[in-house]
């Protein structure tokens, strides 16, 4: 079990809301909040795909835009008392066209896969053939799995990584575009650690004759502050979540030229999703506002960085780090060498309170562990506490000494909401 005992949790967890009238109203989900509140100050965020938004995105969250409908774009809703439903939407279009360079934005859908199913709607039909990275390397739910509306309704077809390597074999993926012409290319994964070549898929994509849909989820917050390259130049469509590296509310977003806007927002609403969560949309819109700062661009780099120190010191303590290091927010370690597959790490980290995911390896079935930086780093975390953290993961994973004292006092010391 996480390490959770040492003080109960309770409305004075420090989080940045007044849990008062709830306390009153509801004293059952209240103590729940609370009690997550307290999880996440007290172990450590190592899931690759979490991070702990502003204070101000959860202003935004917990306002009364959560009350209004509106169906439809500003200026052509379905409901009355739009006009700062309205002015909400057009603040968060704005600031996602600047920050990604794009020439239209839909801010819209609920999460990452709305996105990815509107991308679809809007681009193909269904039985039609589509090259993604297949799942086994690394490709999202929305790539193809036979459980998601992807595997169902379209033709997937995988590429993968080289076993050796870890990387994208970009021969591969343009021989298996020119043999099976695919309607689409998507690009975007929910492991690769490294940058992905945008200009080799385009064109890949232009000589099959296929769209090219990037699924930048993991890097967007990267891309914003200028640590990943952007696909906005390159690709047909991208898709995003504003919840990841971004540091945004839970939420997806899609960005693409003006050619294909209408397409893209006629997909969204109403062919895929009806009225749009207006309070996320206005959170959405203070995410891109703070990611627009210069203090984001540097905390994107700092992201990367503390993941290299992090990759170094898992690889001394033994661990395989798939594609020898990262690019990224994102490391994938194969715990084998240490006596571990890794649901049995994952479980060991819970253990000593860090909290990550298993994920699948390039080679054989055996599953690895995925670890990011993002979380860490907004804490206020520097490259030592890096280094020291491989040093208890590798120490958590080989079931030796107490790793769970050390890592409850890193996550005292970097309160995710100070104060
Ligand atoms: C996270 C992710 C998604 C889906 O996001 P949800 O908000 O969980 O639906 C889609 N594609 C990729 C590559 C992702 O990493």
Redesign the pocket.
Known sequence: MPVTSASSPSAATAVPQDFGALLREDPEIAGVLAGEAHRQAHTLQLTA?ENFVSPAVLAALGSPLANKYAEGYPGARHHGGCEQADAAERIAVRRATALFGAEHANVQP???????LAAYAALLRPGDTVLAMGLPY??????GSPANFSGRWFEFIGYGVDPESGLIDYDQVRALALAHRPKAVVS????YPRHIDHARFREICDEAGAFLIA????PMGLIAGGAAPNPVPYADVV?A?T??VLRGP???MLLCGADLAERIDRAVFPFTQGGAQMHTVAAKAVAFGEAAAPSFAAYAHRVVAHARVLAAGLEAEGFEIVTGGTDTHLIVADPAPLGADGPEARARLAGAGMVLDTCALPYGNARGIRLGTAALTTQGMDDADMARLAVLIGSAVRGEGDAGAEVREMAEAHPPYPG
């Open positions: 795909a609920h999460s990452g896969s709305s996105a990815v690394g490709g999202h739910l929305t790539h975007g994964s929910i492991s699924d930048a989820a993991h898709c979540t919840h990841k839970r939420g997806g």
